[in-house]
């Protein structure tokens, strides 16, 4: 679970760090566009598939990184990771794997914030929430960790925007994202 949690905290700048070749104007880096219908993402492979705004940009990935979406400052990255042991399924699993995972987010004080965290079901699955804030490009961003357990494997949702635009893109964007994902069982292991 340790470098799924580094690769959580890594990845935001990684994604931004390939975006300064275009020509947009500065005010588009930042600001993500509204998002302009709807497009089913599938990747059969990983069991994957979500709906997507039509108008925000897809980048090809290299397992376990499965895609990412992206507008401006706002990110989407899905992970999958197949794991050898058994998935956490009762309450008490569910509850070790959080303490684990808050756990190495607070040996990064200084770049991480934890502002909540939750057990629930995303999918049709357990899954576990981790919501913090983050410095990311120099500015504070909020983050959602989305960690669910299904067919062999942990698929995390990472959606992250500033600070100041998440609560609008979390409406537009990450939250029908999340209502619309659909894991199944891959159609090769990846």
Not at 10 to 18: D, E, R, S, T
Not at 115 to 128: D, E, H, K, L, W
Not at 134 to 162: K, L, M, N, W
């Given at each position: 679970m340790?470098?799924?949690?580094?690769?959580?905290?890594f990845?935001?700048l990684?994604?931004?760090?390939?975006?300064?070749?275009?020509?947009?104007t500065?005010?588009?880096?930042?600001?993500?566009?509204?998002?302009?219908?709807?497009?089913?993402?599938?990747?059969?492979?990983?069991?994957?598939?979500?709906?997507?705004?039509r108008?925000?940009?897809?980048l090809?990935?290299?397992?376990?990184?499965?895609?990412a979406v992206?507008?401006?400052?706002?990110?989407?990255?899905?992970?999958?990771?197949?794991?050898?042991?058994?998935?956490?399924?009762?309450?008490?699993?569910?509850?070790?794997?959080?303490?684990?995972?808050?756990?190495?987010?607070?040996?990064?004080?200084?770049?991480?914030?934890?502002?909540?965290?939750?057990?629930?079901?995303?999918?049709?699955?357990?899954?576990i929430?981790?919501?913090?804030?983050?410095?990311?490009?120099?500015?504070?961003?909020?983050?959602?960790?989305?960690?669910?357990?299904?067919?062999?494997?942990?698929?995390v949702?990472?959606?992250?925007?500033?600070?100041?635009?998440?609560?609008?893109?979390?409406?537009?964007?990450?939250?029908p994202?999340l209502?619309?994902?659909?894991?199944?069982?891959?159609?090769?292991?990846?």
């Amino acid at each position: 679970m340790t470098g799924r949690i580094a690769i959580l905290i890594f990845c935001p700048l990684l994604l931004l760090a390939g975006c300064g070749q275009s020509r947009t104007t500065v005010s588009t880096l930042t600001t993500p566009a509204p998002a302009d219908g709807a497009r089913t993402l599938a990747y059969s492979a990983a069991g994957i598939s979500f709906q997507a705004p039509r108008n925000w940009e897809v980048l090809a990935e290299r397992l376990p990184l499965v895609t990412a979406v992206r507008s401006g400052a706002a990110v989407i990255a899905l992970w999958r990771y197949p794991q050898r042991e058994p998935l956490p399924s009762s309450p008490s699993e569910l509850a070790r794997a959080r303490r684990q995972l808050l756990g190495i987010l607070r040996v990064r004080p200084s770049t991480v914030a934890v502002i909540a965290s939750r057990i629930t079901r995303v999918a049709g699955a357990r899954a576990i929430v981790v919501e913090s804030l983050q410095r990311i490009a120099g500015r504070v961003s909020r983050v959602r960790s989305t960690h669910v357990f299904a067919f062999g494997a942990e698929t995390v949702v990472d959606e992250y925007a500033p600070l100041e635009l998440f609560a609008s893109v979390d409406r537009a964007v990450f939250s029908p994202l999340l209502r619309s994902l659909l894991i199944t069982r891959p159609a090769s292991r990846p």
